[in-house]
């Protein structure tokens, strides 16, 4: 099967760094996706990875290990409208683009 | 560019009761996504349409879950007859092409239902 495991709640302070780590399970492997989602809303996309490195987008930054079957999300001088689920997702390879969902971790950030 | 609409936003029915769930994706989008999302869990794929063909349909529970994508634009998923555990928020996405290197998907605001 494919799992996708990743923390199911944090707490972080206002300014400070966190970082959420995602593990994955999966065969043809093609790629992977962060989705932010805060209550209510739709997830909206963050990054995408599908070699192995770091991507830097203003204050977010996603790594990925394919060897290690790894990944996590870098959030910097964090606001409180960061508080949210962020959400990891595995592409597979192929014709269908189909994302498998971890569970989300729900972040909350605190004065 | 208009984003993912979905309606209704909100839906409150009666276990055994039928609820029909609309989505007009991004305009020039081929496939379109229909996800289930139960409270505190991520989005499950029910159904992926490409066009008006459907390309995975491995999770959606045929029994009483029905999608259709006339057109190749607007789609609709039915519920018949609807069961507690439907209880969800019911997503909507689509993508420009599946093909593509990097084909994000955009997500629609969802339609939360409520089964009593």
């Known amino acids: 099967g494919q799992n996708i495991d990743q923390p199911t709640e944090m707490t972080a302070t206002e300014g400070a760094i966190v970082q959420i780590n995602c593990t994955y399970q999966?065969?043809?492997?093609?790629?992977l996706f962060w989705y932010q989602q805060h209550a209510g809303e739709a997830p909206t996309f963050l990054s995408y990875?599908?070699?192995?490195g770091l991507e830097e987008k203003g204050r977010f930054s996603s790594f990925l290990s394919r060897s290690k079957g790894y990944s996590y999300l870098l959030l910097k001088e964090l606001q409180m409208k960061d508080s949210a689920s962020y959400l990891c997702?595995?592409?597979?390879?192929?014709?269908?683009?189909?994302?498998?969902f971890g569970t989300g971790t729900l972040l909350a950030v605190q004065p | 560019e208009a984003g993912v609409a979905q309606s209704p936003r909100y839906k409150i029915i009666e276990k055994r009761q039928s609820v029909a769930f609309w989505c007009n994706p991004i305009?020039?989008?081929?496939?379109l996504y229909w996800y289930q999302q139960i409270l505190g869990q991520g989005p499950k794929l029910l159904i992926q349409?490409?066009?008006?063909?459907?390309?995975?349909d491995s999770q959606l529970p045929k029994d009483r879950f029905s999608a259709e994508r006339l057109k190749g634009v607007d789609s609709t998923l039915k519920i018949q007859p609807a069961k507690l555990e439907d209880s969800a928020v019911y997503l909507c996405?689509?993508?420009?092409?599946?093909?593509?290197?990097?084909?994000?998907?955009?997500f629609g605001p969802g339609t939360r239902l409520t089964v009593t």
């Open positions: 990875n599908v070699l192995d």
């Open positions: 997702a595995v592409r597979y390879s192929g014709a269908t683009n189909k994302l498998i």
């Open positions: 305009s020039g989008h081929a496939t």
């Open positions: 999966t065969s043809g492997f093609n790629g």
């Open positions: 349409f490409q066009n008006n063909g459907v390309v995975d």
């Open positions: 996405a689509s993508s420009l092409d599946p093909g593509g290197a990097s084909y994000e998907q955009y």
